[in-house]
C-alpha cells in the first residue's frame, strides 16, 4: 500500500502500443501521474514525454533511478518486457506488461513466483477481460437466473500474424501468443479452472490458418474458440448459454444482448424479455474496449497493495492451455 | 350473418396475386371453403381451379350465378375491380378486392355507400395492416405506459413503378395507389383521424422519383412517411415513439423491437428493459406478411356479418390523403 | 421415368407438418397433383383431401391400391415412416419422408439398399439444405474466389425435446433424430466425406441439455456444431470461412452476408467488397426455408428418374456421426 | 498562415466537455501543442493543466498575455463563448469554440463579419460532420454512381434538454442549440444550401418534446429531420437516397453501408452489390466520433491560415433554420 493516493508511473514503450493506447489511457486515470518515459529509441520516448513534461530515457534502470515510480507500464517485445518485469520486481516496482508477458509459462511462472516473494503487483494488460461488453456479460452469468454454465462460444476473427514472430519457429505459437491469448484469458475468467483442453487446427500450405480450441471446466461447462489467421478483417464475438436457458452475447464489443425465453406464440403481447447495452454513438476514449478500466484497477491496486485480477499468476491457466495446444499441434494434424 | 359456419368464395382473378398468395393463404381459412374461380383468361381459371376441384369461369356472372357465394376474393385491374364489386354489393355478396380498390374516391365513396345500402360486407387487401408485426406495433402503441402517439415514421422504399398504370396521366398518382397507400393506410390504422396532410415531392426528369408524406392526426401526434420508386429495392422501415419514452420499430417486417428509457450510466446492471419479437427461421405460409390474417378476418366478418376493419369506407381517408397530394403536386415543384 | 410430365402424389399423415408444411408447398409445385391422402386418424384424412376433392383413406394401403400414386410424401412417426417406405419401395412407388427416416443406421441402410435394388427415388425432408440461405451459401462456397473450405460453423439453438421419444431411452438420441440431424446434414452436405466426428455433451441432472459436435472432412476443413434443448428460443447461425479469407453466413435463414478482406483503413473508400441477400418484407410461402424446394426437386427427381440430393442414402453418414456421438455419451461425461 | 509548423493552443474551459473530449483529442494532434489551461473555476483549470506542466489561468486574458497562443479551443456557456470568441478574434488568435457558438444569429453574424475583417481562422465543435460515419457517408454521396441527391432522413434522438437553458425562455430554442444543430449542420453540409424549410412541432403538457424540419435544397433533394427529448436514449441515424438508385446509411455512427441495386432474384449468385463499414471491436479514442478530425483540421488551418468548414460563418444558414423554426413556433401548433 503507497502511502500517496496518487501513483508514480513510467511508462516503459513508446512505440504504437504504448502511445496511442496506454499513454492516453493512462492520462485519464484520475490517481495515477506519469513519472517518466523509457524507450531505446530515445527520441521517440521524448517526443511523448514532451506531452506531459515528464523526464525522458533511453534506458529503463535511468527511468527507475531518478523517478522512483511506484509502478511501471510497459509495452515492448516480449523479451524485453520479460527482462524488465524481472527487473521491476527485483526492486520491488509494481509492473504491467502488454500481452503476451513472456513467450513460455516456464518463465511467466518464474516471474509470479519472484512476484509473490517480493509481494510486487504484477499485471497484463488483457483489455477484453475489461471491455465494457465483457463486464456486462460477467455480471449476467453471474445472476441467479443464468443458473449454471453450460457453454461459452468465442469468434476471435483475426487476419494476422501470418508468420513466426519473436524467433519462435512455430507461426502456430506466435498467433496464439498475439491473438488467442485474448478469448482464452476471457473464457477462463468466465469459467473458471480448465478440466480438459484440446485444439483441432487447420493449415494451409504448412502455414497456421485456423484452430479450435475445445475446453471443459472443473465446474462444468464448456467452451470453444474459433479463431485463426484466415478471416477477412479483424472481429469478436461471444455468446454464452447458461441452465437457467437464458443466452447473453456480445457482437464486436458493440453490443450486449440478454435473450430470455418467453411466449413464442404472443406476438401481440411481446412477453418475451429481454436486456440490452448499445454504447452511444458518441461513444469516445478507452473505456468500452477496456484499456481504460485494466489502468485504473491496475493503478488502484498499486496504491492499495492488492492483487490485481489479470496478474501474471492469472495467466498461468492461459500459457498451459497455449503449450498444451502447441505440443498437440507437433503431432501429424489435418492439413 | 350466415347461416352455414363455412363462407363460399368465389376467386375471381387467377393472376399472379391470385394465384401465389390470395389462393394459398385462402387454402389455409378454416372456415372458408372455395367454390369457384373466374378470370377472363378461362385457361388460367381452369389451371387454378384444378388444384381444389372447384369449377372455373371466363366471366364473373357465371361464377355468382351458378356457384352462389358468400363472398368473392377479387385481385384484377381496379378498373374491372370496381365494376365488380359494384355487381357483387349489388347481389348482396361480399367483396374483398385487392388495393387499390378504385382509382378515385369518388368511386370508392359511391362504392361505400352502395355496400353501407346493402348491408354488404367489403374489404380491401391492406396486408401491412395485418402483419404480424404492425399487429405488435398497434399493441404497444395500446399499451398504457406508451403515452399518447407522439410520431411515426414509415419508410416504405419501391422500385416501382415508375410510368403511369391504369390509364392515368400521372405516375405520382399510380405510385400511390400503387404503393404509397400501403404506408398511409398503416399510418392512419395507427393515428386516428387526419387533420391536415401535405407532400413533397422529387422528380427526376420530370418523372416522378421521391415522396414525402406530412400528417398531423386530430388527436395529436404526426406522422411522416418517405416513399418512391428510386430505392435500390423493397424494403418498409416502421417506428413510432410515444409520449412515455417508448419507442416501438419494425424493420422489414421482420422484427418487432420495443425500447424503453433506462439507466444510460448502468452497463453491468443492464437495467434498460426491451422486448423483442423476431419469427422463426422457419417462418413459411402467409401469416407474417399478413395475407392470412386479413382473409381470416374478412371471411369471419362475413359469416358474421360484421364490419372488416379494412372496408372499402376505411380507405376513404388514405384516398383524401392521395388526391390532396396530388393537387399540390400539379402546382410547380421541386425538380 | 414417368410417362407423363405431371407426378401423382399420395399424402399420407394429415397431421401438424402435413397440413401446415407439406401440403400447401406441395399445392405449389406445378408438375405434381394430389391423388389421396391417408391417415389412420381417417377424419383428419378427409378433412384435408377436401380441400383439393381427392378421395382419402385410413390406411396407406388403400391408398396405393385405388390411387396408383407415382410417389408417397410421409410425414408419421419414424416406426411408421420406416414401414411405410418399405411398402412404397416394393412397389416400386418413390417415397419422401420426413426426417428421421428411421431410428437406426441399420434400418436406413436397408431402405437405401431396397431402393437401390428396386431403382426407386427416395427422399428425406431436409429442408435446411434446401433453404434459400443455405443455397445461396453452397454456391458461395462453390465460388473459385472463396478458396478450400477451412471450417463452417452451426449453432442450432432448440428449446426441445426434453425429453426421450419414440420409445427410446435416450434424451440425447432422440434430440439428435429431432434436431440434430438439420445442422449435422447440412454440415456435412457443404463439406463432404467426414473423416473423423467426435461430440462433447453438457447434461443438467442427468437430462441432456447442450452437445458440440466437432467434425473433420476427408478433403480438409473443420465443422462445429453447437446445438442443445436449453436455449430460449429456436434459432440457426451458420457461418463458413475459406482459404481466400472470405466468410458467409447467415442468421436465421433471414440473410446471407459475403465478407471479403478490404483496405482496412480506407473509410472514406469503403473499398470492402460485401455481397449480400434478405428476403423482402412481404416474403410468403414455402420457399425461404427450403419446404418449396425439397418437395419440387423430389418430383421433378420422380419424373426423371433421377437421384433426389436428400436421398435415404445420403442420410447413412449423418445416421452414423449420430450413432457414433451415441456410443461416446454412454462413457462417463461432464455432467 | 504560421512560422511555426506546430500550433499553440490555449484551452479555455476545464468542464467535462474541456477535459473529456477536447482535452484528450487535443493530446493526440501532432502538430499541436497545449500551453495553457484558463477557467473561471481556477482549481479546475489547475487540475488539467498539471497533466501536461502547461500553466493554468483563472481568466483567459492572462491566458492571452502570457501564453501568446495561436489558438483558443473553448468549452464554455454560449454567452461566455461569445465574448471569448470576440476578445480573440480582436487579438488575431484563431478561436474554435464548442456548439453552440452562440445563442442568436445575429451575434453569431457579428463575430463571422468581425473574423473575416480580422483575417483569423474561426470554429465550432460539430464533431457529427467529422466523424468517421459522415466523412464516408459524404464520400458515398460525391461518388458519381450515386446520382443526385433526393433525399436525406436524419433521425437524432435525444433525451433531453427539457427544459430552457441558457436564460432562454423556449425550451425548444434551447433544444435546437444544444441538439438538432448537430444534424441539421449534417443535412446542410451534405446538401447545400437551404431553399425552403419549415418544421412541424409536438408539444406535451405545453413543453417541448418532438420536432420535424423540412429541408429543401437549393440545388435539389429534400432533408427530413427528426428529433426531440422525448426518445428513451441518445442516438442517430442517418440515410440519404441518390438519383441513382443507391442508398447510403449509418446506425449510431458505428456502420455506413452502401446499398445498390441488383438482380432481385438472384438469391444464389448474390449480385446485389453492397459495401460496408464497420469500426473495430477494439476502436478506441476520439477518431470515430469526430472529435480528433475536427481538431485536427483546426489547428491545420490555423498553421495554413486558411478556411477551417466548421467556420462561424458557415453555420448562419444553421441558425437561419434554427430562427425560422423558432418562428413559426410561436404561432399556435398541434398540442
Redesign the interface.
Same mark, same amino acid.
Given at each position: 500500500m503507497l502511502s500517496s493516493s496518487i501513483a508514480r508511473i513510467g511508462l516503459v514503450g513508446a512505440g504504437a502500443q504504448g502511445t496511442?493506447?496506454l499513454f492516453?489511457?493512462l +492520462?485519464?486515470v484520475p490517481n495515477a501521474t506519469m513519472v517518466g518515459v523509457a524507450d531505446v529509441r530515445a527520441e521517440r520516448a521524448a517526443t511523448l514525454a514532451a506531452?506531459?513534461?515528464?523526464p525522458s530515457f533511453a534506458c529503463v534502470e535511468a527511468l527507475l533511478d531518478r523517478c522512483a515510480p511506484d509502478a511501471l507500464i510497459v509495452a515492448c517485445e516480449p523479451d524485453a518486457q520479460q527482462a524488465i518485469a524481472a527487473m521491476a520486481i527485483d526492486r520491488g516496482v509494481a509492473v504491467f506488461v502488454e500481452k503476451p508477458p513472456t513467450l513460455f509459462v516456464a518463465d511467466l511462472r518464474s516471474l509470479a513466483e519472484h512476484a509473490r516473494a517480493k509481494g510486487v503487483v504484477t499485471g497484463v494488460g488483457m483489455?477484453f477481460r475489461f471491455s465494457?461488453a465483457a +463486464?456486462?456479460i460477467r @455480471?449476467?452469468i453471474a445472476a441467479p437466473d443464468f443458473g449454471?454454465l453450460?457453454?461459452i462460444?468465442l #469468434?476471435y476473427?483475426a #487476419?494476422k500474424p501470418k508468420l513466426p514472430m519473436w524467433n519462435l519457429t512455430s507461426s502456430f505459437h506466435s498467433f496464439m501468443l498475439a491473438q488467442t491469448i485474448h478469448p482464452l484469458d476471457l473464457a477462463i475468467s468466465l469459467g473458471g479452472v480448465v478440466a480438459r483442453s484440446d485444439a483441432?487446427l487447420?493449415h !494451409?500450405d504448412h502455414d497456421f490458418?485456423?484452430a479450435?480450441h475445445?475446453l #471443459?471446466f472443473e465446474r462444468?461447462?464448456?467452451a #470453444?474458440i !474459433?479463431t &485463426?489467421n484466415?478471416?477477412?478483417?479483424? @472481429?469478436?464475438h461471444i455468446?454464452a448459454? &447458461?441452465?437457467g436457458? /437464458? *443466452?447473453v452475447s456480445s457482437t464486436? !464489443?458493440?453490443s450486449?444482448d *440478454? !435473450?430470455?425465453? &418467453?411466449d413464442?406464440a404472443a406476438? &401481440?403481447? +411481446? /412477453?418475451?424479455?429481454?436486456?440490452?447495452?448499445?454504447?452511444?454513438?458518441?461513444?469516445?476514449? =478507452?473505456a468500452?474496449?477496456g =484499456?481504460l478500466q485494466e489502468l485504473q484497477m491496475f493503478v488502484s491496486s498499486v496504491i492499495e497493495g492488492s492483487a490485481f485480477p489479470a496478474s501474471f499468476e492469472s495467466l498461468i491457466p492461459v500459457y498451459e492451455v497455449i503449450e498444451s495446444a502447441l505440443e498437440r499441434a507437433s503431432e501429424p494434424c489435418? @492439413?
Open positions: 496511442e493506447f492516453p489511457a +492520462m485519464q506531452r506531459t513534461g515528464a483489455n465494457s +463486464m456486462a @455480471d449476467a449454471e453450460v457453454h462460444s #469468434t476473427a #487476419t483441432e487447420v !494451409l490458418a485456423f479450435k475445445n #471443459t462444468g461447462g464448456l #470453444t !474459433l &485463426g484466415v478471416f477477412p478483417r479483424f @472481429d469478436f455468446s448459454v &447458461g441452465s436457458s /437464458k *443466452v464486436s !464489443l458493440w450486449v *440478454v !435473450l430470455t425465453a &418467453g413464442e406476438i &401481440g403481447s +411481446m /412477453k418475451r424479455g429481454e436486456r440490452q447495452w448499445r454504447p452511444s454513438p458518441l461513444d469516445s476514449g =478507452y468500452r474496449a =484499456y489435418a @492439413d
